[in-house]
C-alpha cells in the first residue's frame, strides 16, 4: 500500500507494527495533530473487542487506526464509524450490515459470517477507533471459521482504492448526528439476543432498538433494559458471534 489518493489530513503507512492502536497513541502523546490515520500491511500483537486477538497475514486485509477529536458525543462514535466503514464497502457489495455494536458482517447460509470489525479507545483527548476489515484473505488464512473476506465473496479491490474510501467517509462524520442510518443497518435489532458482561449474568431478550447514544435497548423479563457495553450473541443456530 504505497499511496492513497483522499481528503484525509494525515495518513502514515507502516509496513509493520505491533499495534495501530499503540502507534496512534504513541503519536497522541507526541502531540500529532488530529485526525490523523495510521495504516499498517502487518501487526504483531493486533487485538479486536474485548482484547480478542486480531490476526492477518501480511497484506491481505486492511488494518487501520484512526485518531479523532473527543467530543460530548464521542460515546455513539463508534456506532457512526460503523456506518461510515459499513457504506464505503456497501459500494462494491450491498450484503454488508452491522451487528451491534459495529462488526462488518455479511449473511451466508448458516448465518453472519464477519467480514471486519471496530473497536474504539478514549486516550487524552481522543478516540483512537482501530479498524480490521479482511480482504484478501482465503479460508486456511481467516482467524475463526465465522469470518469471511471479500475474496470469498467473489470480490477483487483494491485495498488503497477501499481505505481511500473509508477515509474519505470518515472525513464527514458528525458524532452528534441521528443514529438513523446505523438503525437501518443493524441487523441486530429485532432479534433475541444474549448479552454477555464482565462480573455479571448473561442476560437475554429481545432487541427493539438503539438509542441516541447508541446503547442497546432490549426486552428481558417484560422490562426494557438498556446496556452500553458486553458481547452480543445473536441467539439462532448458526449465527456468527
Not at 487524552?124 to 486456511?140: E, S
Request: glycine share 8%.
Amino acid at each position: 500500500m504505497d499511496r492513497l489518493g483522499t481528503s484525509w489530513g494525515t495518513v502514515r503507512l507502516l509496513s509493520m507494527t505491533t499495534s495501530t492502536q499503540q502507534e496512534a497513541r504513541t503519536l497522541i502523546d507526541a502531540d500529532e495533530p488530529r485526525p490523523f490515520a495510521v495504516i499498517a500491511e502487518t501487526q504483531s500483537s493486533g487485538r479486536g473487542r474485548l482484547d480478542r486477538v486480531w490476526v492477518a497475514p501480511p497484506s491481505s486485509s486492511i488494518l487501520m487506526s484512526v485518531a479523532l477529536p473527543r467530543t460530548a458525543h464521542s460515546a455513539a462514535l463508534p456506532l457512526h464509524v460503523g456506518v461510515a466503514v459499513a457504506s464505503a464497502v456497501r459500494t462494491i457489495t450491498a450484503e454488508v450490515r452491522l451487528k451491534w455494536p459495529n462488526d462488518l458482517v455479511v449473511e451466508r447460509p448458516g448465518g453472519l459470517r464477519k467480514l471486519g470489525g471496530i473497536i474504539a479507545e478514549v486516550h487524552a483527548d481522543a478516540v483512537i477507533v482501530g479498524i480490521g476489515l479482511n480482504v484478501d484473505m482465503i479460508d486456511d488464512e481467516l482467524p475463526t471459521a465465522d469470518a469471511i473476506s471479500l475474496r470469498q465473496l467473489g470480490i477483487a479491490v483494491s485495498r488503497e482504492a477501499l481505505v481511500a474510501a473509508i477515509l474519505d467517509a470518515l472525513a464527514g462524520l458528525r458524532s452528534d448526528a441521528p443514529l438513523d442510518r446505523y438503525r437501518e443497518l443493524c441487523v441486530t435489532i429485532g432479534e433475541i439476543v444474549e448479552v454477555s458482561r464482565i462480573g455479571s449474568e448473561p442476560l437475554r431478550g429481545r432487541v427493539t432498538g438503539v438509542d441516541a447514544s447508541g446503547a442497546l435497548l432490549f426486552t428481558s423479563d417484560h422490562a426494557v433494559q438498556s446496556i452500553t457495553a458486553g458481547d452480543v450473541h445473536h441467539v439462532r443456530p448458526g449465527r456468527a458471534e
